[in-house]
C-alpha cells in the first residue's frame, strides 16, 4: 500500500524531472559470511572494474547487502549485470527494502536466447522508491550454490529512465581522443577507427567527424572536415575494453572505401573533455594513409600511460634489439626449402607508414623466412545451406577470379606461389547434421556405388535405407555408422578438391592446396574426434598436400606433435602428397621445445614450414595486449631459438629437401575403425598407440604408421613386427595381418586389440590362430580428457614381468594360454597378463592390459611431483598456472619449494624421466624379432631419424633428455662408403670406419642439430 500511495502522489504532483542514475559496483556490497566473495579470475575480464561479487559457494543462506540514497522518489528501474551461460545457471535474488516492505526478482532462472556464453547480461525489475535509505540485498535462490562459473554479480544501475540502454562504462574512467587535421585535405575527410580487440567481441567500426565519435562504417557527408579543422573531444572509451584496452587502427577516409592519399594529423589522448586532461599528444605523418596505436584500458595511471604507444615506437625500440643483436652464425637461411612465417606488418587491414614498416621489415629479415619472396594464398570456402555437399561453385569461381586478378596486379608472379591454403581448422561436418542434409544423403550414396557396396553390404535392404546415421543409432546401423564417420572426411575432401580445381584454373598453374587441420589426431588421439581421417582424405588422386600444427595443448608431450606429422607421412606415402606444417612458437613455448619439434617433425616429412606467430605485437590481437603479448614478436629471449631453427633447415637442405625416412621394419597399424567406434566412449586405445610410437622413437627404433586399407592393398610384406591398438578391425586388413603372421611376422595385439570387424561385430579370426582365451575386455575407467590428463588414471591392477612392475590403466583382458603359449607377464592374481604364441612361422604376443599408458603416465606424474615442489604459496595466489599444456597443473598439496630447482623444468615442458624397463618390455617383440636399425644412438630419448638422398644421408636429432650431452655415439650403416660428416652446429665431425659398411662418430648435443653424411 505505501509503495502504491507514493507512486500516486509521485504521478498527481505531475513530477518529469528525471532522477540522476545510481550505480553500484557488486563488488562492494557487504556479507557477514562467505557466501559471496569479491572475485577476479578469467570470468570476470569483461565485468566492470574486472571484479564481481560471487555466490557459487560458502554460506548458502548467507547474504550480501548494500545501502543506497534515493534523493527523488520515483518509479525507478533496477537493473542488475550479471555473468550469463548457455548450461550453467546461478540464479540469485535482488531484495529492494525500504521499512517494512520488500521487493524483489529471482534472475538466471533460465538461459537468454539471445546472449552468448560467458557474456555479461542486463535485467532489471520496477519498483517504487520513497526518498531515504533503501537497501539491496542478494541471495542465492532457493539457498542453493552452484558451478564455480556463474553467479557474477557486476553491478547494480538505477534510474528513471526507462528509455535508457544500461551501461557500466559512463561510470568507471574515461579516454577522450581529440583530433586535428594537417591542412592537406582539400576534399572532406573523416577519421575511420577500426577497433582491435584482444577477446570477443573482436572488432568494431567507428568514425571522428565534426559529430564527434559515432559507432559505424561513416558518418554523414555533412560531418566531415577539411584540413585544418578539429574534433569535437571525441570519448573513446566504448572502443575500449575494461581488462584490455585496444589496438586502433586509424586512417583519413573520404568515403568508407575512399582513402585519403596520407594520414597528417596532431592526436591528443585526455582523461576529460579539457585542455587541461590532456596526457598525450601525438603528431602523426604517415605515407601511406595509416596509423596504428595501442590504447589500454584507460590513462589515469603512469602504467597506463606508459602501454600509450604507436606503431613507431614499437618498431624503432624492437629494431634497436635487432641491430645489437648475437644472431646465430650456424648454418644459413634457407635458399630451396620454404620457411615463412605468420608476421603482420601493420595493422589489421591497415598500412603503416613506409618507414616503421621497413623498420619491422629489416628486424624479421635477420630471421631469414621467406615471406618477402615467395607467396601463398587463400581459398574459396563458399558453400549453400551449410553443406560440404553442397559447394557454391558460382560464388567459388568469382572470387577466384577477382583473387587471381588482384594478386597479378600486385606484380607478384604467380610462380613465386608456393602453396594455397584453403582456411584454418575446419573439421568434418557432424553425423546428426549430414542425417539431415539431403545434399549429404545424395553424395553418401553416390560414394558407396562408387565403392561397390550394395545395401546388403551395408546391413540395410535397399538404397532408401541408405543415409548418414547420428551417433545415436549407430548400434542400429552399424556398417552405415562406419561408413558415415569416413564420409565426414570425404566430404571434407571432396569439398576442398572442388576449390583446387576452381582455384588452378584462376592462377593458371597447379599449387600445394590443403587446409590447416587442427591437432585433433594428438588431442583426442582419435581421428574422428574432429572427423578427420588423414588416411581417408590422402587416399584420393584430388589431394596433393596436407597440413596441420603442433599446438599439442593438453599433450603428454610436445613430441606428440611429430607423432601427429608421421601419421600425415603415412597417409601420404602412397601418393607422395606434400607435408606443410605451423611450427608454433609463441603462448610460452620454450626456446629448447621450439627446437625439439622443428627438428622432429621435419625428420617425419614436414617440407613446408610457417613459424606461427611472430606479430607483430602491436598489428594484432594475437597473442594479447602489446604489453604483455606472448608473440614471439616481444620476447628476445626466443628469438635465437627460432633463428637457429631456420638455419639449421637452410643449412642442411642441400640433402634435406629430396631426403625421405630409411624403410623401416616396424609397423603401427592405425584402425581407423577402432577410432569410428571408440570416439566418445574411451580414447585410451588411441593413447596407448601414440605412447608405444613414443616409445619405440626414444629407442631410435624405425616406424611406420599403417592405414588399414593401406595393409588390406599388401604392404605389410616389408615389415617384421606390427602393433595393433583398438578393438576393431577390417575383416579385410584382419585377413591380410593373419596371413602375413602366419608366414613369419611378429604381432603385438594390446588388450582387446582386433576383436571386433568395422561393422562392430565380433572379430575370432586371431583367437583362432592363438588358440587361446581372450576374455571380455574390462573397461575399467575410460579416458576422454588429453594425455596431459593421464595421471588421472588410477592403478586398477599390476603386471609383473622378468623384474618390472607395470600398472594396468583403463581396461584389463584376461586370458588363458593354449598348451603352446608362453606367458611372459602375470596380473596380481597370477593369470597371464602377456601370452607370447607360435603361429605358423610367426609369432603373436597377446597383451591384456595398455602398457603405454602406464609409460607415459609414469614420466609426467614424475615431472608433476618435481614441479609441485618447485611452486610456491605465492604461485598458487597468483594462479600462475596456466601453462601451455595441463601437465603443469598444481596439486593441492604444492604450496611450498621443498626440492631444488631443476634446470629441465625451464628448457621444457615436456617429461622427461620416462622408465627404461617398461620401455624395454613394449620393445620385446622389436628385439626378438631381431630388428636392426641402420642407425643407432648411446642415448634414450634423442629422437634421430636417418632420411636417405641420392647423394648422402641427413639425420635431425633432437635432445628430449632435456639435458645437454657432452659425448652422444652414432653408428651408421650406410648403403655407400661416407667421404664425410658434418654438423649443422659443429661443422666437420671425425668419424671411424668400425666394419664393413658401418662408421661410428661422436658429437655433443644441445638441444636439437642436423648430421649430414656424404657419399
Given at each position: 500500500?505505501?509503495f502504491?500511495l507514493s507512486a500516486?502522489?509521485?504521478?498527481?504532483?505531475?513530477?518529469t524531472?528525471?532522477?540522476?542514475?545510481i550505480?553500484?559496483?557488486?563488488?562492494?556490497?557487504t556479507?557477514?559470511?562467505?557466501?559471496w566473495?569479491?572475485s577476479?579470475n578469467?570470468?570476470?575480464?569483461?565485468?566492470?572494474r574486472?571484479?564481481?561479487?560471487?555466490g557459487?559457494?560458502g554460506?548458502?543462506r548467507g547474504s550480501?547487502?548494500?545501502?543506497?540514497e534515493?534523493k527523488q522518489?520515483?518509479n525507478?528501474?533496477?537493473?542488475?549485470r550479471?555473468?550469463?551461460h548457455?548450461r550453467f545457471?546461478g540464479?540469485?535474488?535482488?531484495?529492494?527494502l525500504?521499512?517494512d516492505t520488500?521487493?524483489?526478482?529471482?534472475f538466471?532462472l533460465?538461459s537468454?536466447?539471445?546472449a552468448?556464453s560467458?557474456a555479461?547480461v542486463?535485467?532489471?525489475?520496477d519498483a517504487?522508491?520513497?526518498a531515504?535509505?533503501v537497501?539491496?540485498?542478494f541471495?542465492?535462490?532457493?539457498q542453493k550454490?552452484?558451478s564455480?562459473?556463474?553467479r557474477?554479480?557486476d553491478c547494480?544501475l538505477?534510474?528513471?529512465?526507462k528509455?535508457?540502454?544500461p551501461?557500466?562504462l559512463?561510470?568507471?574512467?574515461q579516454t577522450?581522443?581529440?583530433v586535428?587535421?594537417g591542412?592537406?585535405?582539400?576534399e572532406?575527410?573523416y577519421?575511420h577507427?577500426?577497433?582491435d580487440h584482444?577477446?570477443s567481441?573482436?572488432y568494431?567500426h567507428?568514425?571522428?567527424s565534426?559529430?564527434?565519435?559515432q559507432?559505424?562504417?561513416?558518418p554523414k557527408?555533412?560531418?566531415?572536415?577539411?584540413g585544418?579543422e578539429q574534433?569535437?573531444?571525441?570519448?573513446i572509451?566504448?572502443?575500449?575494453?575494461?581488462?584490455?584496452?585496444?589496438i586502433?587502427n586509424?586512417?583519413?577516409?573520404?568515403?568508407?572505401?575512399?582513402?585519403?592519399?596520407?594520414?597528417?594529423?596532431?592526436l591528443?589522448?585526455a582523461?576529460a573533455?579539457?585542455?587541461?586532461?590532456i596526457?598525450?599528444?601525438?603528431?602523426v605523418k604517415?605515407?601511406?594513409?595509416g596509423l596504428?596505436?595501442v590504447?589500454p584500458?584507460?590513462?589515469t595511471?603512469a602504467?597506463?600511460?606508459?602501454r600509450?604507444?604507436?606503431?613507431?615506437n614499437?618498431?624503432?625500440?624492437?629494431?634497436?634489439?635487432?641491430?645489437?643483436?648475437?644472431?646465430?652464425e650456424?648454418g644459413r637461411?634457407p635458399?630451396k626449402f620454404?620457411?615463412?612465417?605468420?608476421?603482420?606488418v601493420?595493422?589489421?587491414?591497415?598500412?603503416?607508414?613506409k618507414?616503421v614498416?621497413?623498420?619491422e621489415?629489416?628486424t624479421?629479415d635477420?630471421?631469414?623466412?621467406w615471406n618477402?619472396t615467395?607467396?601463398y594464398?587463400?581459398g574459396?570456402?563458399y558453400m549453400?545451406n551449410g553443406s560440404?555437399?553442397?559447394?557454391?561453385?558460382?560464388?567459388m569461381?568469382?572470387?577466384?577470379?577477382?583473387?587471381?586478378?588482384?594478386f597479378?596486379?600486385?606484380?607478384k608472379?604467380?610462380?613465386?606461389?608456393?602453396f594455397?591454403m584453403?582456411?584454418?581448422?575446419?573439421t568434418g561436418q557432424?553425423a546428426a547434421?549430414?542425417?539431415?542434409d539431403?545434399?549429404y544423403?545424395t553424395?553418401?550414396?553416390?560414394w558407396?556405388?562408387?565403392?561397390?557396396?550394395?545395401?546388403?553390404d551395408l546391413?540395410?535392404?535397399?538404397?532408401?535405407?541408405?543415409?548418414?546415421v547420428?551417433?545415436?543409432q549407430?548400434d542400429e546401423?552399424?556398417?552405415?555408422?562406419?561408413?558415415t564417420?569416413?564420409f565426414r572426411t570425404?566430404?571434407?575432401?571432396d569439398?576442398?578438391?572442388?576449390q583446387?580445381?576452381i582455384?588452378?584454373e584462376?592462377?593458371?598453374r597447379s599449387?600445394p592446396?590443403l587446409?590447416n587441420f587442427?591437432?585433433?589426431a594428438?588431442?583426442h588421439?582419435n581421428?574422428?574426434?574432429q572427423g578427420?581421417?588423414?588416411?581417408?582424405l590422402l587416399?584420393?588422386?584430388d589431394q596433393n598436400?596436407i597440413?596441420s600444427e603442433?599446438?599439442?595443448?593438453g599433450?603428454?608431450?610436445?613430441q606428440?606433435?611429430?607423432y601427429?606429422?608421421?601419421l600425415m607421412?603415412?597417409?601420404?606415402?602412397?601418393?607422395?602428397?606434400?607435408?606443410?606444417h605451423?611450427?608454433v612458437t609463441h603462448?610460452?613455448?620454450k626456446s629448447?621445445?621450439?627446437?625439439?619439434?622443428a627438428a622432429s617433425e621435419?625428420a617425419r616429412?614436414v617440407?613446408?614450414w610457417?613459424?606461427?606467430s611472430y606479430?607483430?605485437?602491436?598489428g594484432?590481437h594475437e597473442?594479447?595486449?602489446?604489453w604483455?603479448?606472448h608473440?614471439?614478436?616481444?620476447k628476445?629471449?626466443?628469438w635465437?631459438?627460432?633463428a637457429?631453427v631456420v638455419?639449421?633447415i637452410?643449412?642442411?637442405e642441400d640433402?634435406?629437401?629430396?631426403?625421405?625416412?630409411?624403410?623401416?621394419?616396424?609397423a603401427?597399424l592405425?584402425?581407423?575403425?577402432?577410432?569410428a567406434?571408440?570416439?566418445?566412449?574411451?580414447?585410451?586405445?588411441?593413447f596407448?598407440r601414440?605412447h608405444t610410437?613414443m616409445?619405440?622413437a626414444?629407442?631410435?627404433?624405425?616406424?611406420?604408421?599403417?592405414g588399414?586399407r593401406?595393409?588390406?592393398r599388401g604392404v605389410?610384406?616389408?615389415?617384421?613386427v606390427?602393433y595393433v591398438?583398438?578393438?576393431?578391425?577390417t575383416l579385410?586388413a584382419a585377413?591380410?595381418?593373419?596371413?602375413?603372421v602366419a608366414s613369419?611376422?611378429?604381432?603385438?595385439l594390446?588388450a582387446?586389440?582386433?576383436?571386433?570387424?568395422e561393422y562392430?561385430r565380433?572379430l575370432?579370426?586371431f583367437?583362432?590362430?592363438?588358440d587361446?582365451?581372450r576374455d571380455?575386455?574390462?573397461t575399467?575407467?575410460?579416458f576422454?580428457n588429453?594425455?596431459?590428463?593421464?595421471?588421472?588414471l588410477?592403478?586398477?591392477?599390476q603386471v609383473v614381468a622378468d623384474?618390472?612392475?607395470l600398472?594396468?590403466?583403463s581396461?584389463?583382458?584376461?586370458q588363458?594360454?593354449?598348451k603352446?603359449?608362453e606367458?611372459?607377464?602375470t596380473?596380481e592374481d597370477?593369470?597371464?597378463?602377456?601370452?607370447r604364441?607360435?603361429v605358423?612361422?610367426?609369432?603373436i604376443y597377446?597383451?591384456?592390459?595398455?602398457p603405454?599408458?602406464?609409460y607415459i603416465?609414469?614420466?609426467?606424474?614424475?615431472r608433476?611431483e618435481?614441479?609441485?615442489?618447485?611452486?610456491?604459496?605465492?604461485?598458487v595466489a597468483?594462479?600462475?598456472t596456466?601453462a601451455?599444456?595441463p601437465?603443469?597443473?598444481?596439486?593441492?598439496?604444492?604450496?611450498?619449494t621443498t626440492?631444488?630447482a631443476d634446470a629441465?623444468l625451464?628448457?621444457?615442458?615436456?617429461p622427461?624421466e620416462f622408465p627404461a624397463?617398461t620401455?624395454e618390455l613394449i620393445l620385446q617383440?622389436?628385439?626378438a624379432a631381431?630388428v636392426?636399425?641402420?642407425l643407432t644412438?648411446?642415448?634414450?630419448?634423442v629422437?634421430?631419424?636417418?632420411?636417405?638422398?641420392?647423394?648422402?644421408?641427413?639425420?635431425?636429432?633432437a635432445n628430449y633428455?632435456l639435458?645437454?650431452?657432452?659425448?652422444?655415439?652414432f653408428?651408421?650403416r650406410s648403403?655407400r662408403?661416407?667421404?664425410?660428416?658434418?654438423?649443422?652446429h659443429?661443422a666437420?665431425i671425425?668419424?671411424e670406419?668400425v666394419d664393413?659398411g658401418?662408421?661410428?662418430?661422436?658429437l655433443p648435443?644441445?638441444?636439437?642439430d642436423?648430421?649430414?653424411?656424404?657419399?
Amino acid at each position: 500500500m505505501k509503495f502504491i500511495l507514493s507512486a500516486m502522489l509521485f504521478f498527481l504532483l505531475g513530477s518529469t524531472a528525471r532522477a540522476e542514475p545510481i550505480f553500484v559496483e557488486a563488488e562492494n556490497f557487504t556479507s557477514t559470511t562467505d557466501a559471496w566473495k569479491v572475485s577476479k579470475n578469467q570470468q570476470t575480464r569483461s565485468a566492470s572494474r574486472l571484479h564481481t561479487l560471487h555466490g557459487a559457494s560458502g554460506d548458502p543462506r548467507g547474504s550480501a547487502r548494500r545501502a543506497i540514497e534515493i534523493k527523488q522518489p520515483g518509479n525507478y528501474r533496477i537493473w542488475v549485470r550479471y555473468l550469463h551461460h548457455e548450461r550453467f545457471r546461478g540464479p540469485f535474488r535482488l531484495a529492494v527494502l525500504h521499512g517494512d516492505t520488500a521487493i524483489g526478482k529471482d534472475f538466471d532462472l533460465q538461459s537468454k536466447p539471445d546472449a552468448k556464453s560467458w557474456a555479461y547480461v542486463w535485467d532489471y525489475v520496477d519498483a517504487d522508491l520513497p526518498a531515504g535509505t533503501v537497501d539491496l540485498k542478494f541471495t542465492k535462490f532457493e539457498q542453493k550454490n552452484c558451478s564455480g562459473y556463474v553467479r557474477h554479480l557486476d553491478c547494480v544501475l538505477l534510474t528513471t529512465d526507462k528509455t535508457m540502454v544500461p551501461s557500466h562504462l559512463p561510470y568507471g574512467e574515461q579516454t577522450f581522443l581529440r583530433v586535428t587535421l594537417g591542412k592537406v585535405y582539400d576534399e572532406p575527410v573523416y577519421v575511420h577507427i577500426f577497433a582491435d580487440h584482444y577477446r570477443s567481441p573482436w572488432y568494431q567500426h567507428f568514425s571522428l567527424s565534426k559529430a564527434g565519435a559515432q559507432p559505424g562504417l561513416r558518418p554523414k557527408d555533412s560531418e566531415r572536415m577539411l584540413g585544418g579543422e578539429q574534433t569535437p573531444w571525441c570519448n573513446i572509451t566504448p572502443m575500449l575494453y575494461q581488462d584490455s584496452g585496444a589496438i586502433l587502427n586509424i586512417s583519413m577516409r573520404h568515403t568508407y572505401h575512399q582513402h585519403a592519399a596520407k594520414l597528417q594529423a596532431r592526436l591528443e589522448f585526455a582523461t576529460a573533455a579539457d585542455e587541461q586532461s590532456i596526457v598525450r599528444t601525438m603528431d602523426v605523418k604517415s605515407d601511406p594513409n595509416g596509423l596504428v596505436v595501442v590504447v589500454p584500458p584507460d590513462l589515469t595511471t603512469a602504467e597506463n600511460l606508459s602501454r600509450l604507444k604507436r606503431d613507431s615506437n614499437f618498431a624503432e625500440a624492437t629494431g634497436r634489439i635487432a641491430d645489437a643483436f648475437d644472431w646465430p652464425e650456424i648454418g644459413r637461411k634457407p635458399q630451396k626449402f620454404p620457411f615463412f612465417v605468420s608476421a603482420t606488418v601493420g595493422g589489421y587491414g591497415t598500412q603503416v607508414d613506409k618507414s616503421v614498416s621497413e623498420r619491422e621489415w629489416k628486424t624479421l629479415d635477420y630471421f631469414g623466412f621467406w615471406n618477402r619472396t615467395r607467396s601463398y594464398i587463400g581459398g574459396v570456402w563458399y558453400m549453400q545451406n551449410g553443406s560440404y555437399c553442397s559447394p557454391d561453385i558460382e560464388r567459388m569461381k568469382e572470387r577466384a577470379a577477382a583473387k587471381a586478378s588482384e594478386f597479378r596486379n600486385s606484380g607478384k608472379s604467380i610462380h613465386d606461389i608456393v602453396f594455397c591454403m584453403l582456411t584454418d581448422e575446419p573439421t568434418g561436418q557432424p553425423a546428426a547434421f549430414m542425417a539431415q542434409d539431403e545434399a549429404y544423403v545424395t553424395a553418401f550414396q553416390a560414394w558407396l556405388k562408387k565403392l561397390g557396396k550394395s545395401p546388403a553390404d551395408l546391413l540395410v535392404s535397399n538404397w532408401d535405407e541408405v543415409k548418414p546415421v547420428p551417433d545415436n543409432q549407430r548400434d542400429e546401423f552399424p556398417a552405415l555408422h562406419y561408413f558415415t564417420q569416413r564420409f565426414r572426411t570425404r566430404a571434407l575432401g571432396d569439398f576442398m578438391a572442388t576449390q583446387r580445381g576452381i582455384l588452378e584454373e584462376a592462377y593458371g598453374r597447379s599449387l600445394p592446396t590443403l587446409v590447416n587441420f587442427s591437432d585433433g589426431a594428438t588431442y583426442h588421439a582419435n581421428m574422428y574426434g574432429q572427423g578427420v581421417d588423414y588416411f581417408e582424405l590422402l587416399d584420393a588422386d584430388d589431394q596433393n598436400a596436407i597440413w596441420s600444427e603442433d599446438w599439442a595443448n593438453g599433450a603428454s608431450s610436445y613430441q606428440c606433435g611429430a607423432y601427429n606429422v608421421d601419421l600425415m607421412r603415412a597417409a601420404s606415402r602412397e601418393r607422395g602428397q606434400s607435408i606443410g606444417h605451423y611450427l608454433v612458437t609463441h603462448a610460452g613455448r620454450k626456446s629448447w621445445d621450439i627446437k625439439l619439434k622443428a627438428a622432429s617433425e621435419t625428420a617425419r616429412g614436414v617440407r613446408i614450414w610457417k613459424n606461427f606467430s611472430y606479430g607483430v605485437s602491436w598489428g594484432s590481437h594475437e597473442g594479447g595486449p602489446a604489453w604483455k603479448s606472448h608473440t614471439w614478436y616481444s620476447k628476445p629471449e626466443t628469438w635465437r631459438a627460432n633463428a637457429e631453427v631456420v638455419r639449421e633447415i637452410g643449412g642442411a637442405e642441400d640433402l634435406l629437401l629430396s631426403a625421405t625416412a630409411a624403410p623401416a621394419e616396424v609397423a603401427i597399424l592405425y584402425s581407423s575403425s577402432s577410432d569410428a567406434w571408440t570416439m566418445n566412449r574411451n580414447h585410451a586405445f588411441g593413447f596407448n598407440r601414440m605412447h608405444t610410437w613414443m616409445a619405440l622413437a626414444h629407442a631410435q627404433i624405425p616406424v611406420d604408421f599403417l592405414g588399414e586399407r593401406q595393409v588390406e592393398r599388401g604392404v605389410l610384406k616389408d615389415y617384421k613386427v606390427c602393433y595393433v591398438d583398438g578393438p576393431n578391425l577390417t575383416l579385410e586388413a584382419a585377413r591380410k595381418l593373419s596371413e602375413w603372421v602366419a608366414s613369419g611376422g611378429t604381432l603385438y595385439l594390446s588388450a582387446g586389440a582386433a576383436s571386433r570387424d568395422e561393422y562392430n561385430r565380433p572379430l575370432e579370426l586371431f583367437d583362432s590362430q592363438l588358440d587361446s582365451q581372450r576374455d571380455s575386455l574390462e573397461t575399467l575407467q575410460p579416458f576422454l580428457n588429453s594425455g596431459s590428463y593421464v595421471h588421472i588414471l588410477q592403478p586398477r591392477d599390476q603386471v609383473v614381468a622378468d623384474g618390472v612392475t607395470l600398472d594396468v590403466l583403463s581396461v584389463r583382458q584376461h586370458q588363458t594360454p593354449s598348451k603352446g603359449g608362453e606367458v611372459l607377464a602375470t596380473f596380481e592374481d597370477g593369470t597371464a597378463a602377456i601370452i607370447r604364441t607360435n603361429v605358423g612361422t610367426g609369432v603373436i604376443y597377446s597383451v591384456g592390459f595398455l602398457p603405454a599408458l602406464d609409460y607415459i603416465r609414469q614420466a609426467v606424474v614424475a615431472r608433476r611431483e618435481v614441479q609441485a615442489s618447485r611452486t610456491t604459496e605465492e604461485d598458487v595466489a597468483a594462479n600462475r598456472t596456466s601453462a601451455p599444456t595441463p601437465t603443469l597443473d598444481v596439486p593441492e598439496k604444492a604450496t611450498a619449494t621443498t626440492l631444488a630447482a631443476d634446470a629441465r623444468l625451464n628448457r621444457s615442458y615436456n617429461p622427461w624421466e620416462f622408465p627404461a624397463k617398461t620401455r624395454e618390455l613394449i620393445l620385446q617383440p622389436v628385439r626378438a624379432a631381431g630388428v636392426d636399425p641402420p642407425l643407432t644412438c648411446n642415448v634414450p630419448l634423442v629422437d634421430a631419424i636417418l632420411l636417405q638422398a641420392e647423394n648422402g644421408a641427413v639425420i635431425p636429432i633432437a635432445n628430449y633428455t632435456l639435458t645437454p650431452i657432452k659425448k652422444l655415439e652414432f653408428r651408421l650403416r650406410s648403403p655407400r662408403p661416407v667421404t664425410r660428416v658434418e654438423s649443422i652446429h659443429h661443422a666437420s665431425i671425425p668419424f671411424e670406419i668400425v666394419d664393413s659398411g658401418t662408421i661410428k662418430f661422436l658429437l655433443p648435443l644441445d638441444a636439437s642439430d642436423y648430421i649430414k653424411v656424404y657419399y
